[in-house]
């Protein structure tokens, strides 16, 4: 690799690198202080827009939400740039330390990859714990019906009692009925921000009782009952596929690993494979085969726990 390659790809990185750090500590300093914050933070309500019919505009609005649901506060644009900066730097030290541009371009692609990765656990982190304080925010809320409390107050009183996310998207929600927001309209958005049936079940539980009445407190120590029920057999069915899971998670990091070992030990093996067309036909074929496998093997597991 030449010398000026190396420095324009230094030189990107570092830009990119700068730029993605100066997006995240300004997001983050605009929602320090503000409890559930990250609404000024959108280009708009994602939650509110239709549904798009375009490829591009699924996956904006996948990616929109996906930065939405890491809790961490960063705008789309930001959670591109740090993908891409990872990216950038990677790219660039593999390029700089083996002096040859195809382990820069692996490099750069497995760093983008695991920026997006770790979105996704965090994401995970964020609706698993959200789930299992489920049962803990029906219990409060039909406590404060049940002590005399209208049901802005109960979310009011949950919003405060409740910590962690959860906490956070219920003081959201206090705010807006303080606004003047309708009940059915501030749980229908709760729903749609935070993708767990049992809010969408409760958000058809406060529009019936504020249109119909009824016994609100019942209602909500049933959804209770069912929220820990389907919490322990969640429980119960990870555990009874965890040995898919983990062949699963062997099968998807094997063939990158396999595929780095080479590009240290043998490049000149893989240089072969990237240069000849039929090595290039067989290694599109493979990754598409690798994509279409985990991503079967991920839905029987997803269905079989839902």
């Not at 990859?113 to 714990?129: E, G, P």
């Not at 529009?207 to 929220?227: I, Y």
């Not at 030990?265 to 598409?288: F, I, S, Y």
Request: proline share 3%.
């Amino acid at each position: 690799m030449s010398l000026e390659l190396v420095t324009v790809v230094c030189f990107t990185a570092a830009v990119g690198i700068a730029v993605a750090l100066v997006m995240v500590v300004r997001d983050l300093a605009s929602a320090s202080g503000r409890r559930g914050g990250g609404l000024a933070l959108r280009t708009r309500a994602f939650w509110d827009e239709p549904k798009a019919d375009t490829v591009t505009g699924r996956i904006d609005l996948a990616f929109d939400r996906l930065m939405w649901e890491t809790g961490w506060e960063l705008a789309p644009l930001t959670g591109f740039l740090v993908i891409l900066a990872s990216g950038l730097f990677t790219g660039g030290v593999a390029g700089f330390f083996f002096d040859d541009l195809l382990p820069g371009l692996v490099a750069g692609g497995l760093g983008m990859a695991a920026a997006i990765v770790v979105f996704l656990v965090q994401r995970h982190r964020r609706m698993t714990r959200m789930a299992n304080d489920l049962p803990h925010l029906f219990d409060l809320l039909s406590r404060a019906v049940q002590a005399g409390r209208s049901i802005d107050q109960a979310v009011h009183f949950a919003g405060k009692e409740m910590s962690g996310p959860l906490g956070a998207e219920l003081a959201r929600c206090s705010r807006h009925l303080e606004m003047g927001g309708s009940v059915s309209a501030t749980m229908e958005t709760l729903a749609k921000r935070v993708r767990l049936s049992e809010l969408r079940m409760l958000a058809s539980v406060m529009t019936v009782h504020r249109r119909s009445g009824g016994h609100l407190p019942t209602a909500l120590d049933r959804m209770a009952t069912v929220a820990r029920t389907r919490l322990n057999y969640k429980r119960q069915m990870r555990t009874s596929t965890a040995a898919a899971r983990m062949s699963a998670m062997i099968i998807a990091t094997l063939a990158p690993v396999l595929f780095a070992v080479f590009l240290v030990v043998r490049p000149d093996h893989l240089r072969v494979l990237m240069e000849n067309p039929t090595g290039q036909t067989l290694l599109v074929a493979a990754a598409v085969l690798q994509v279409v496998g985990l991503l079967w093997v991920a839905r029987l597991i997803r269905a079989e726990e839902d």
